[in-house]
């Protein structure tokens, strides 16, 4: 009965006319953002970040606007990889194996509709499991101390590659780059400058936002501009959508389907650094090995549709667990929403359920609202959305260039912070040319100071005896999952990427 006052005082909060207005420009941006190939959920809210900063807006409606983008670019993904076969974002991978042949069958318009009605009901069902699970796992991080944080921030770190991973070492390395620059500043102990180089701009560190902008917006203009002489599937582009929603004897054929795989993308959300293309990956496997005895799957079989659209928007509801009740993003898109929160002076973990329930209760009635919006646009609105993906990338990147130096420059009203942006940007450049993780850099710069202070205060508290972050049964679970999380995917990491590549081009073939 808690529970439900509390959702009830969400939705207090949520059904405001502000806020209602916010959700649906969250969903009918994240959308675009979902849909142009490249973008992605990651890229659609950091670029829409100084909107709403420049907006004015308090925690809520900044986290109801973003997760919105967050939702809506899940929703997105399935749009070009089913009438282009060109992945929106990884987690949509998956969705091009079955949904490109039936959109060359001429169902491109019910392959959409039931993308869209799997992603409601996968997203709709995490948003009821976020809302029991969360709460229980409040009251487990309750009982953490300095070490078991300490703990906690290191399996964030070790896990972060997740189980798809085929380089741990360059994830360690930006792991390793991201906790250097969180360095930056002046010591809050001892109050000595540190990396400042003598330059009084960064005697208060790096501001989270230029970071994130930089490294995700921008660099996706270099990276645009590295290769402006690329196009676009014509072919794509010249698929009929046809009859736009699926008989019911179809969506009844794939409930199943859908109800299995939501909890399986669910579970996958929930593991630090597994994600939404472990859990998009996961629950099409699953789904083939339970009910495909007829091998129809790759051919344009809606079950290959339905599996993996409801298993990747899952796992986005299931991420935000950790995010919300111990302040550990478990993707690289709630990396990004944790930055907005610590960045607005809250912090997520144990204390936001009882501190800061307008929030926390505002943003899960607004993911409700905006499962709702998604599903009423995105199904009449398929052609509008299709149309976009015409819109060329010589117009769409000047425009998040713009949006990025705008709201930079109207959140600080500092020019070194733009030429900091930059900076970063060609970074992000840099490193993605040499295929290292952009995410770990983030959460580097978001928990090393938390880390270290968690460090510093354990070893305190202990007479500087390091055995102390060892010293609970708590903290020695903690680390046996962090080792094995960075141990499992140096043996079966390599084998689950390429298998995941490998389905998605063998069937792909077949469909040819």
């Known amino acids: 009965m808690e529970i439900l006052s509390s959702l009830g005082d969400g939705f207090a909060i949520a059904l405001t006319w502000q806020n209602l207005f916010l959700a649906l420009l969250g969903c009918f941006l994240g959308t675009i953002m979902g849909a142009l190939p490249g973008l ?223 909890l399986l993308g669910f579970i996958a959300g929930v593991l630090p650094g597994a994600g939404a293309s472990l859990g998009s990956f996961i629950s099409y496997s699953m789904e083939k090995r339970l009910v495909d005895s007829e091998n129809t799957f790759g051919t344009g079989d809606p079950r290959g549709v339905a599996a993996p659209e409801a298993g990747n928007n899952a796992a986005a509801g299931g991420a935000l667990v950790p995010m919300l009740a111990l302040g550990v993003p478990g993707s690289g898109t709630t990396a990004v929403l944790l930055a907005v929160l610590l960045s607005l002076n809250i912090t997520p973990g144990p204390l936001l359920f009882t501190q800061n329930p307008d929030v926390v209760w505002g943003l899960i009635a607004a993911l409700f609202i905006a499962n709702f919006m998604l599903l009423a646009m995105n199904i009449p609105m398929v052609g509008l959305f299709t149309r976009i993906l015409m819109v060329p990338s010589r117009i769409l990147m000047p425009i998040v260039a713009m949006v990025s130096f705008v709201g930079i420059y109207g959140i600080s009203g500092s020019s070194f912070d733009l030429l900091v942006m930059i900076g970063f940007g060609v970074m992000g450049w840099g490193l993605r040319k040499l295929d290292v993780p952009l995410v770990p850099i983030i959460l580097g710069t978001l928990l090393g100071n938390s880390m270290e202070n968690n460090l510093r205060r354990a070893i305190t508290i202990d007479n500087g005896d390091w055995w102390t972050l060892i010293d609970s049964p708590l903290s020695i679970a903690l680390w046996a999952i962090a080792i094995i999380g960075f141990v499992l995917p140096l043996i079966i990491g390599r084998k689950v990427k390429s298998r995941m590549h490998e389905r998605r081009d063998e069937e792909g073939a077949i469909s040819d």
């Not at 900044?62 to 919105?68: E, G, P, R």
């Not at 690329?230 to 794939?254: H, N």
Request: contains cysteine; aromatic residues 10%.
């Open 40 to 262: 992605g959920p990651s890229n659609g809210v950091a670029i829409l970040i100084p909107l709403a900063f420049t907006m004015g807006l308090g925690a809520t409606p900044s986290l109801i606007l973003l997760t919105s983008v967050y939702y809506g670019a899940m929703y997105g993904g399935r749009i070009s990889s089913i009438l282009l076969n060109i992945p929106g974002d990884e987690p949509a991978m998956m969705t091009c194996l079955d949904g490109h042949p039936m959109a060359k069958k001429g169902m491109a318009g019910e392959a959409l509709s039931l993308s869209g009605i799997a992603s409601f009901v996968g997203a709709f069902l995490a948003t009821w499991e976020l809302i029991l699970l969360a709460p229980q796992l409040v009251k487990i991080a309750l009982l953490f101390g300095p070490a078991e944080y300490f703990a906690l921030f290191a399996l964030a770190f070790m896990t972060l590659g997740g189980v798809s991973s085929t380089n741990q070492a360059k994830s360690a390395f930006a792991a390793a780059l991201g906790l250097g620059l969180a360095m930056i500043g002046v010591d809050t102990q001892t109050g000595v400058p540190r990396f400042t180089f003598g330059e009084v701009h960064l005697y208060d560190g790096l501001d989270f936002l230029v970071a994130i902008v930089g490294l995700f917006a921008l660099s996706e203009v270099f990276i645009f501009l590295e290769h402006r002489h690329g196009g676009s599937d014509a072919e794509g582009r010249k698929l009929s959508i046809g009859r736009l929603y699926p008989p019911a004897s179809m969506i009844k054929a794939c409930t199943p389907t859908m109800l299995r795989t939501s």
